[in-house]
């Protein structure tokens, strides 16, 4: 008992070391999974329901949670704010320390020097695991009010989904997936900060967008189909009704139109909250549209068109023609028409309509 006591803390130690949340909790015993993720038949939800909802009593690792990533600019706030807007789903805003987590965990994994040193220390996978795994659960869980499906989306985290489904078995993720040209010009011409990307060229940013869709891609597709579901943004701001409902279905969700006019729920209660600080925030407050589909088409340097093939092989293997300029992503759904026509007619909260 004492020994198992001993490994506990020991895990709780190597969390703190690397957060602020877990600094402020070193005074106090380690936060227990279930304690925090445990609300009585009583508790209220404040979500737009017509009809009653069963909540959890408890969330734990066998709830079937859901993630939501993909590389940033890729639509991951647009659907997650369409996830939002249904009445049995809550995702709320990036956590941030999920990812960093995620990454320091990646880390550890790699170096054998390290994983030798916490072996030794009484920290073994196992511990470790169960430290971390508390630790998500506890933030997903606090960071906002419950409800039957719990959502998270922070970008980066499908970096590690192959860790993840280990430590949520049950969990479903949403891999976003857009034109990389398209990503990395969103995030040139929007100045998104991305540790890695030299956001002065074109060229660096699509081998850095490539290297990271390989890899979260590629644990997609290990995964089972039942767990990862790769969604084109493209697609989904063309077809949002007919995406949705294959997402939903995916989710073992019913389907509930008010997905589909997430501005509508904006602000609401049980409805969908946005951060003031992320950069997408001033684009999903519009409905969707095809607004900026191919803003990027004349603003890549020549030399990088040009050699786009060889620089992002990735956009061939995920259905893009890298010589395509403009590319033809299909045709739209009558219903996104009218709603860029009418961003385009009237006065909208930010000269870029796209969501993303």
């Known amino acids: 008992m004492r020994k198992q006591t001993h490994r506990v803390l020991l895990a709780c130690v190597v969390i703190s070391s690397i957060t602020v949340f877990y600094l402020s909790l070193s005074a106090i015993e ?16 404040h979500r737009n329901l017509s009809y009653p909802l069963p909540v959890p009593v408890e969330y734990n690792e066998d709830s079937p949670l859901i993630f939501v990533g993909g590389v940033p600019r890729s639509g991951t706030t647009l659907m997650r704010a369409m996830l ?5 789903v809550r995702c709320g ?4 320390v999920i990812p960093r987590l995620l990454a320091m965990q990646a880390t550890w994994s790699r170096s054998a020097r390290e994983r030798v040193r916490l072996d030794e220390a009484g920290v073994t996978d196992e511990v470790l695991d169960s430290a971390i795994r508390a630790f998500l659960l506890e933030i ?7 409800a039957p499906r719990l959502c998270n989306k922070d970008p980066f985290s499908l ?13 479903k993720f949403v891999l976003m997936l857009r034109d990389g040209r398209a990503t990395v010009h969103s995030m040139i011409s929007r100045k998104v900060t991305i540790t890695g990307f030299d956001l002065t060229s074109y060229r660096d940013c699509l081998v850095k967008w490539n290297r990271a869709v390989e890899v979260m891609y590629g644990q997609c597709q290990a995964a089972s189909e039942r767990s990862c579901l790769p969604v084109l943004y493209e697609q989904l701001v063309l077809n949002p009704e007919q995406v949705m409902r294959k997402l939903l279905q995916f989710l073992d969700l019913p389907f509930d139109p008010s997905v589909l006019h997430h501005e509508q729920l904006i602000g609401k209660v049980g409805g969908v909250s946005l951060s003031k600080v992320e950069r997408s925030t001033d684009q999903v407050v519009n409905p969707v549209n095809t607004e900026a589909l191919s803003k990027w088409v004349g603003k890549i340097p020549d030399d990088v068109v040009k ?4 620089i992002a092989p990735m956009l061939r293997r995920l259905g893009y023609d890298p010589l395509a300029n403009p590319p033809d992503y299909g045709k739209p759904d009558p219903l996104l028409l009218n709603n860029t026509k009418q961003l385009q007619g009237g006065k909208t909260n930010t000269d870029v309509f796209h969501p993303s």
């Open 307 to 310: 050699d786009m093939a060889d």
């Open 84 to 88: 939002d807007a249904h009445p049995e």
């Open 159 to 171: 970096k590690s989904l192959t860790y993840l489904s280990k430590l949520f078995p049950n969990a």
């Open 30 to 45: 380690c936060p227990n999974t279930r304690s925090r993720g445990t609300w009585g038949a009583s508790q209220q939800l």
């Open 140 to 146: 997903i869980v606090g960071h906002g009010e419950p």
């Open 93 to 96: 805003e990036e956590t941030r």
